[in-house]
Protein backbone atom coordinates (compact mmCIF):
# COMPACT_ATOMS: atom_id res chain seq x y z
CA UNK A 1 0.00 0.00 0.00
CA UNK A 2 1.04 3.40 -0.97
CA UNK A 3 0.48 6.04 1.48
CA UNK A 4 1.15 10.20 0.72
CA UNK A 5 1.54 12.49 3.52
CA UNK A 6 0.35 15.83 3.76
CA UNK A 7 1.36 19.10 5.78
CA UNK A 8 2.19 21.58 2.87
CA UNK A 9 0.22 23.85 1.11
CA UNK A 10 1.55 23.43 -2.35
CA UNK A 11 3.27 20.33 -3.54
CA UNK A 12 5.96 19.39 -6.69
CA UNK A 13 8.04 22.65 -6.08
CA UNK A 14 10.82 21.69 -4.07
CA UNK A 15 12.67 24.97 -4.28
CA UNK A 16 12.00 28.68 -3.18
CA UNK A 17 13.92 31.46 -4.12
CA UNK A 18 13.48 35.25 -3.20
CA UNK A 19 13.57 37.99 -5.18
CA UNK A 20 15.08 41.13 -4.27
CA UNK A 21 12.52 43.84 -5.35
CA UNK A 22 13.31 45.23 -8.67
CA UNK A 23 12.18 46.66 -12.00
CA UNK A 24 14.90 45.89 -14.33
CA UNK A 25 14.86 43.09 -17.13
CA UNK A 26 15.46 39.53 -16.42
CA UNK A 27 16.12 37.39 -19.64
CA UNK A 28 16.15 33.72 -19.54
CA UNK A 29 19.13 31.97 -17.65
CA UNK A 30 18.75 35.47 -15.12
CA UNK A 31 17.87 33.36 -11.97
CA UNK A 32 14.61 35.60 -12.09
CA UNK A 33 13.33 34.33 -14.92
CA UNK A 34 11.11 31.20 -14.75
CA UNK A 35 12.24 29.69 -17.79
CA UNK A 36 15.88 29.27 -16.72
CA UNK A 37 14.72 26.08 -13.95
CA UNK A 38 13.94 22.64 -15.42
CA UNK A 39 11.49 22.29 -11.88
CA UNK A 40 9.42 24.44 -10.95
CA UNK A 41 10.20 26.96 -8.31
CA UNK A 42 8.31 29.46 -5.74
CA UNK A 43 8.91 32.50 -5.61
CA UNK A 44 8.41 35.30 -2.66
CA UNK A 45 9.36 39.40 -3.61
CA UNK A 46 11.28 40.62 -0.36
CA UNK A 47 9.84 44.45 -0.33
CA UNK A 48 12.28 47.53 0.04
CA UNK A 49 15.36 44.91 -1.16
CA UNK A 50 16.83 47.14 -3.70
CA UNK A 51 19.73 46.44 -5.61
CA UNK A 52 21.34 49.18 -4.39
CA UNK A 53 20.35 48.14 -0.61
CA UNK A 54 21.69 44.57 -0.44
CA UNK A 55 24.73 44.87 -3.15
CA UNK A 56 26.24 47.52 -0.84
CA UNK A 57 24.96 46.34 2.16
CA UNK A 58 22.47 48.95 3.71
CA UNK A 59 21.08 47.16 6.64
CA UNK A 60 17.84 46.18 8.41
CA UNK A 61 17.16 43.88 5.30
CA UNK A 62 17.75 40.22 6.81
CA UNK A 63 14.68 40.17 8.78
CA UNK A 64 12.88 41.02 6.05
CA UNK A 65 14.25 37.89 3.95
CA UNK A 66 14.23 35.29 6.93
CA UNK A 67 10.45 35.76 6.95
CA UNK A 68 9.89 35.66 3.40
CA UNK A 69 11.76 32.10 3.42
CA UNK A 70 9.81 31.06 5.85
CA UNK A 71 6.91 32.06 4.00
CA UNK A 72 7.67 29.73 1.37
CA UNK A 73 8.77 26.63 3.49
CA UNK A 74 5.18 26.87 4.88
CA UNK A 75 3.90 26.75 0.96
CA UNK A 76 6.38 23.62 0.56
CA UNK A 77 9.57 24.62 -0.35
CA UNK A 78 12.18 21.97 1.28
CA UNK A 79 15.58 24.41 0.08
CA UNK A 80 15.83 27.75 -0.14
CA UNK A 81 18.09 29.97 -2.73
CA UNK A 82 18.20 34.12 -2.93
CA UNK A 83 18.77 35.76 -6.19
CA UNK A 84 21.79 37.89 -5.08
CA UNK A 85 25.23 36.40 -4.48
CA UNK A 86 26.12 39.11 -1.39
CA UNK A 87 22.51 37.66 0.56
CA UNK A 88 25.95 35.30 1.29
CA UNK A 89 26.31 37.67 4.56
CA UNK A 90 22.78 36.32 5.89
CA UNK A 91 23.54 32.82 4.48
CA UNK A 92 23.39 31.71 8.52
CA UNK A 93 20.56 33.26 10.06
CA UNK A 94 17.93 32.18 6.75
CA UNK A 95 19.25 28.38 7.54
CA UNK A 96 18.59 29.21 11.32
CA UNK A 97 14.98 30.86 10.59
CA UNK A 98 13.54 28.95 8.22
CA UNK A 99 14.75 25.38 9.08
CA UNK A 100 15.42 23.70 5.72
CA UNK A 101 18.99 23.58 3.56
CA UNK A 102 19.53 27.11 2.37
CA UNK A 103 21.90 27.98 -0.61
CA UNK A 104 22.02 31.87 -0.40
CA UNK A 105 24.74 32.53 -2.76
CA UNK A 106 26.06 31.12 -5.70
CA UNK A 107 29.75 32.38 -3.77
CA UNK A 108 29.04 29.07 -1.51
CA UNK A 109 30.51 26.82 -4.83
CA UNK A 110 34.13 28.75 -4.55
CA UNK A 111 35.82 26.61 -1.82
CA UNK A 112 34.53 23.58 -3.34
CA UNK A 113 35.59 24.19 -6.92
CA UNK A 114 38.87 25.18 -5.52
CA UNK A 115 39.64 21.85 -4.56
CA UNK A 116 39.17 20.40 -7.80
CA UNK A 117 41.80 22.61 -9.38
CA UNK A 118 45.28 21.20 -9.86
CA UNK A 119 47.91 22.84 -7.22
CA UNK A 120 49.20 26.50 -7.57
CA UNK A 121 46.12 27.30 -9.18
CA UNK A 122 42.71 28.90 -7.68
CA UNK A 123 38.95 30.59 -8.03
CA UNK A 124 38.22 33.91 -9.45
CA UNK A 125 35.27 35.44 -8.88
CA UNK A 126 33.62 37.46 -11.47
CA UNK A 127 30.76 39.93 -9.44
CA UNK A 128 28.42 43.14 -10.05
CA UNK A 129 30.37 45.91 -8.08
CA UNK A 130 34.09 44.22 -6.51
CA UNK A 131 34.28 47.45 -4.47
CA UNK A 132 31.28 46.02 -2.41
CA UNK A 133 32.43 42.43 -2.25
CA UNK A 134 34.84 42.50 0.65
CA UNK A 135 36.51 39.73 2.58
CA UNK A 136 33.25 39.30 4.93
CA UNK A 137 31.44 38.08 2.15
CA UNK A 138 34.28 36.04 1.03
CA UNK A 139 34.31 34.36 4.98
CA UNK A 140 30.97 33.74 5.15
CA UNK A 141 31.18 31.74 1.94
CA UNK A 142 33.92 29.63 3.20
CA UNK A 143 36.24 31.22 0.98
CA UNK A 144 39.80 32.98 1.26
CA UNK A 145 39.91 36.42 1.83
CA UNK A 146 43.01 37.02 -0.98
CA UNK A 147 40.22 35.26 -3.44
CA UNK A 148 40.71 37.09 -6.79
CA UNK A 149 37.61 39.55 -7.88
CA UNK A 150 36.26 41.41 -10.74
CA UNK A 151 33.61 43.30 -11.53
CA UNK A 152 31.42 44.91 -14.19
CA UNK A 153 31.08 48.39 -12.72
CA UNK A 154 33.90 49.38 -15.44
CA UNK A 155 31.49 48.68 -18.00
CA UNK A 156 28.98 50.54 -19.87
CA UNK A 157 25.49 48.71 -19.72
CA UNK A 158 25.47 45.98 -17.16
CA UNK A 159 26.08 46.75 -13.56
CA UNK A 160 24.62 50.41 -14.40
CA UNK A 161 21.54 48.82 -15.22
CA UNK A 162 21.06 46.55 -12.44
CA UNK A 163 22.24 48.77 -9.15
CA UNK A 164 20.15 51.53 -11.11
CA UNK A 165 17.28 49.14 -11.20
CA UNK A 166 16.63 50.79 -15.22
CA UNK A 167 14.13 49.36 -16.89
CA UNK A 168 15.85 48.83 -20.76
CA UNK A 169 18.89 46.52 -20.91
CA UNK A 170 21.29 46.24 -23.76
CA UNK A 171 21.69 42.59 -23.81
CA UNK A 172 24.85 42.67 -26.55
CA UNK A 173 26.86 45.44 -24.37
CA UNK A 174 26.07 43.66 -20.85
CA UNK A 175 27.59 40.56 -22.39
CA UNK A 176 30.68 42.68 -23.64
CA UNK A 177 30.72 43.93 -20.01
CA UNK A 178 30.79 40.61 -18.32
CA UNK A 179 33.45 38.79 -20.70
CA UNK A 180 35.50 42.02 -20.54
CA UNK A 181 35.74 41.60 -17.02
CA UNK A 182 36.27 37.94 -17.11
CA UNK A 183 39.21 38.43 -19.48
CA UNK A 184 40.93 41.46 -17.09
CA UNK A 185 40.09 38.79 -14.33
CA UNK A 186 42.50 36.25 -15.62
CA UNK A 187 44.72 38.57 -17.16
CA UNK A 188 45.90 40.42 -13.55
CA UNK A 189 45.43 36.88 -12.02
CA UNK A 190 47.59 34.30 -14.13
CA UNK A 191 47.08 31.23 -11.65
CA UNK A 192 43.43 31.20 -11.48
CA UNK A 193 41.91 28.08 -12.74
CA UNK A 194 38.03 28.57 -12.52
CA UNK A 195 35.44 30.71 -12.03
CA UNK A 196 32.53 31.70 -10.22
CA UNK A 197 30.24 34.18 -11.45
CA UNK A 198 28.69 35.89 -7.98
CA UNK A 199 26.04 37.31 -9.71
CA UNK A 200 22.56 35.64 -10.40
CA UNK A 201 22.16 37.60 -13.59
CA UNK A 202 25.48 36.22 -15.16
CA UNK A 203 24.56 33.10 -16.18
CA UNK A 204 22.97 33.87 -19.96
CA UNK A 205 26.81 34.86 -20.21
CA UNK A 206 28.43 32.18 -18.78
CA UNK A 207 29.39 29.82 -21.82
CA UNK A 208 30.69 32.87 -23.28
CA UNK A 209 33.02 33.44 -20.01
CA UNK A 210 33.86 30.48 -20.81
CA UNK A 211 35.25 30.69 -24.20
CA UNK A 212 36.50 33.96 -23.55
CA UNK A 213 38.97 32.41 -20.81
CA UNK A 214 39.51 28.71 -21.20
CA UNK A 215 38.22 27.98 -17.57
CA UNK A 216 35.61 26.29 -16.58
CA UNK A 217 32.47 28.55 -15.18
CA UNK A 218 30.69 27.95 -12.24
CA UNK A 219 27.63 30.10 -11.99
CA UNK A 220 24.25 30.43 -10.28
CA UNK A 221 22.13 28.05 -12.11
CA UNK A 222 24.51 25.15 -11.59
CA UNK A 223 24.80 25.95 -8.35
CA UNK A 224 21.06 25.53 -7.73
CA UNK A 225 20.69 22.77 -10.21
CA UNK A 226 22.98 20.90 -7.95
CA UNK A 227 21.24 21.94 -4.67
CA UNK A 228 17.87 21.23 -6.23
CA UNK A 229 19.49 17.39 -7.06
CA UNK A 230 19.64 16.66 -3.55
CA UNK A 231 16.66 17.82 -2.61
CA UNK A 232 14.65 15.54 -4.99
CA UNK A 233 17.26 13.05 -6.52
CA UNK A 234 17.17 11.29 -9.67
CA UNK A 235 15.36 7.68 -9.54
CA UNK A 236 16.96 4.90 -11.60
CA UNK A 237 14.35 2.53 -10.08
CA UNK A 238 11.14 1.08 -11.84
Not at 35 to 54: H, N, Q, S
Not at 174 to 180: G, K, P, Q, T
Request: with cysteine; hydrophobic share 40%; aromatic share 6%.
Amino acid sequence: MRVAHGGKALYGASMGMLLLETRFPRIPGDGGHTETWPFPMLYRVVGDATPDRVVRDRGGIVDAFAAAARELVAMGADGITTNCGFLVLHQDRLALECGVPVAASSLLQVPWVERLLPPGRRVGVLTVEASSLTPRHLECAGARPDTPIEGTEDGAEFTRVLLGDELELDVERAREDVIAASRRLVERHRDVGAIVLECTNMPPYASEVARATGLPVYDFHSFVCWFQAGLRPRSFGD
